[in-house]
Structure formats: structure tokens, C-alpha cells
């Protein structure tokens, strides 16, 4: 929240009443309030990491016990994002940086690598393995860089205006990233390969695009690839967009299947169910509404009375829906209550080893 705190709440089933969440504060002096940019868990849900508009990422256990903090940046942290082993953690910053934390030794700064490969600030990243990640910018260019290797290995060009985020499919095999010049760009992800060239040719367009998503008249504010193991919609990618709308596009043949124009102002949020059978978004308009992905039917909307809705987020198993709102609440809807069945059994994850903070 913009007060400082990431709160942990502990959600039972109900009718049983709610526990007092845990506050994790970062300042020290209420009146100092500095919004939270990034929270992140790692894969097994024993330590989360944020990202604070002080330039400090902070590292806590899942009971809500601070371990330490992560101090380089001297601007506000955008995101940050354990590797898939969590041995790794990554933060990029308005100061045009994106640091690698070494997360499994103790070494006295933490820093496995620095990266300086944009000239402007640093808005989203994303891991692709363990040592491979992919970061955008205000530069316009899409960099994949890896741990070990100074300059990037792919750089991804195209976009007209800053390029704000960067997602990949299920697979991996495609990757998608929005801009302010309102377009979506998907690249094949199979051009990162050691002997390709880094970029095209001056003035030419990049063989890896495979295709640019137009049709939005306003920014792009989210981005959501379908979950689904089907053939048929795992390469279903959803933008949301201030233009109050949300579009499904099918990447294999870069057209709009479903314009999806239920919501009256600005949608700020959208989340796949764990199968993809039902897609969920989230509007300054104060409403939540879920789509069959099918069809593009609205199936069911919640409305929170007052200011918007700005994130939503199912949970693994696909039994809650969870969302932030602007009037200062946090919701959870039962989705068993409402008949959404798409359930996934829970995670199985192996714990890594982390040595205790010194």
C-alpha cells in the first residue's frame, strides 16, 4: 500500500472469523510514507521480497519476520522477481539498473551482477531460467540478458514509445510486451540463441516479431497469457487497457477474437483461472467481472461500491479470488460458492536450502 506496509493476511475458510494480518512496515515514521511498488514471493512461499519508492528492496520471512535489506538503487524499485530456483533475486529501478541479489550465500553485498544495459529506467522483468532474464525500459528496447555476460544477449527492437511490460507464454516459447504507443509486440523467444546476431540490422524489421497486437486507442495496463494446456488456447493472450477495454488476441494469426467493452472506465487488471477457463478483470469502474474465455460472456461481476479495483490475482488451486481496491480494502471471493469450477490440487514445491542471514 501507499502507507508503507505490506500486510499478510491469513485467510480461513469460512465462517471463521479473520485474523489480524501481520504488518510489515518499512518506515519507521508513519508520517514518512513511501508506496510499495513490488511484492514477490519465491516459489515456495517461505520468503517475500518488496520493493519500495526508497530505492530498498526488503527481504521477510512468510511469518511476516524481517531478515534483511538489499541497498544499491538510488531510485524507486518497479519490480522485483526471485529466479524460478529462488536461489536469485532481481530489482529494476527508475535509476535504468536491474541488480541480480545472490540469494544462497552470505556475501557481504549480496550482488551477483549488475546489469546497466538500458538509459532509462528500468519498468518490468521477467525471468526465463534460472540465469536468463528478460527486462524492458523507457529506452524502447526489449533486452534478455544473462548472469555471467555484461552486454545482452537478444535485444528485442520495435516499439515506438517506452515498452512498460514484458510477459511470457506457459511455454516460454513466446513472449509478449506492451507499450505506450499502444501496440503489443510478440517475439519467438527460439531467436535467443547464442550464435544469432544480438539485433537486426539498422532499419529493419526484427525476424524474431512475430506479430504486433493494434487496436487499443489508449495504454496498455496489463497483460495476462492463457494457462490453459489446450492447443487451442494456450496461445490466447489477454491486454487490458485504459481505454476501458479488454481484448483476447490469438497470437498465432495476431487478431482480436474478443473485445470484451462490459467495463465503463479505465481496466486496470486481469487473471487467468489456473486452467484458463475463466478470465477475471478489474476496473477503476469499481467492478470486477468474470468471462467465460470461451465465449466472452460475462458470467458473474462483483462491484465493491466504492473506487476501483486495481489488482486481482487467483489463487493457485483456483478456489479464491483475491483483489486490492482503492478505498483501502483487500477482498476475497469463494468461487466454489459461485460455481467456478476450475480447480487445480495445490503445488507440490521442495523447499531450497537458505542459509540464516548473519
Not at 514518512?32 to 511498488?37: F, L
Not at 514484458?166 to 501496440?183: I, N, W
Not at 469502474?285 to 486495481?310: M, P
Request: glycine residues 6%; contains cysteine; hydrophobic residues 35%.
Amino acid at each position: 500500500s501507499k502507507d508503507a506496509t505490506v500486510r499478510l493476511w491469513n485467510v480461513p475458510v469460512p465462517p471463521a472469523p479473520l485474523f489480524t494480518p501481520v504488518a510489515l512496515r518499512h518506515q519507521p515514521d508513519p508520517a514518512d510514507a513511501r508506496d510499495i511498488t513490488a511484492i514477490d514471493w519465491d516459489r515456495t512461499g517461505a520468503r517475500l521480497a518488496t520493493g519500495c519508492y526508497d530505492g530498498v528492496v526488503r527481504v521477510w520471512t512468510a511469518e511476516g519476520a524481517h531478515q534483511f535489506n538489499l541497498k544499491f538503487h538510488q531510485g524507486p524499485i518497479f519490480t522485483n522477481r526471485w529466479s524460478p530456483d529462488a536461489s536469485f533475486l532481481l530489482s529494476a529501478s527508475l535509476d535504468g539498473t536491474v541488480v541480480v541479489w545472490d540469494m544462497m550465500t552470505l556475501k557481504p553485498d549480496k550482488i551477483q551482477q549488475l546489469f546497466r544495459v538500458h538509459s532509462g529506467s528500468v519498468l518490468d522483468a521477467v525471468w526465463f531460467d534460472s540465469k536468463t532474464f528478460i527486462s524492458c525500459a523507457i529506452d524502447r528496447q526489449v533486452n534478455v540478458c544473462r548472469i555471467g555476460e555484461q552486454a545482452p544477449i537478444r535485444t528485442f527492437t520495435g516499439h515506438e514509445d517506452e515498452v512498460n511490460l514484458v510477459r511470457l507464454s506457459k511455454d516460454k516459447t513466446l513472449l509478449a510486451s506492451s507499450s505506450d504507443d499502444r501496440t503489443i509486440r510478440v517475439w519467438d523467444m527460439s531467436a535467443v540463441k547464442d550464435d544469432a546476431p544480438v539485433r537486426p540490422p539498422s532499419g529493419q524489421t526484427d525476424p524474431a516479431q512475430k506479430c504486433v497486437l493494434r487496436g487499443h486507442v489508449r495504454e496498455v495496463s496489463s497483460l495476462g497469457w492463457c494457462p490453459s494446456t489446450d492447443p487451442t488456447m494456450q496461445y490466447l493472450l489477454v491486454s487490458t487497457s485504459f481505454d476501458n477495454t479488454s481484448r483476447i488476441w490469438d497470437t498465432r494469426t495476431g487478431s482480436c477474437v474478443k473485445e470484451l467493452l462490459n467495463h465503463r472506465d479505465r481496466v486496470y487488471t486481469q487473471s487467468f483461472s489456473p486452467r484458463g477457463r475463466y478470465l477475471a478483470t478489474g476496473s477503476a469502474d469499481g467492478r470486477v467481472l468474470i468471462y467465460d474465455t470461451a465465449t466472452g460472456n460475462v458470467l458473474f461481476e462483483w462491484d465493491c461500491q466504492s473506487g476501483g479495483v486495481f489488482d486481482i490475482q487467483w489463487q493457485t488451486t483456483g478456489d479464491q479470488l483475491g483483489m486490492c481496491l482503492e478505498n483501502r480494502g483487500v477482498a476475497v471471493l469463494d468461487m466454489k460458492k459461485f460455481g467456478f469450477g476450475d480447480y487445480l490440487p495445490p503445488p507440490v514445491v521442495t523447499a531450497p536450502v537458505v542459509p540464516a542471514p548473519s
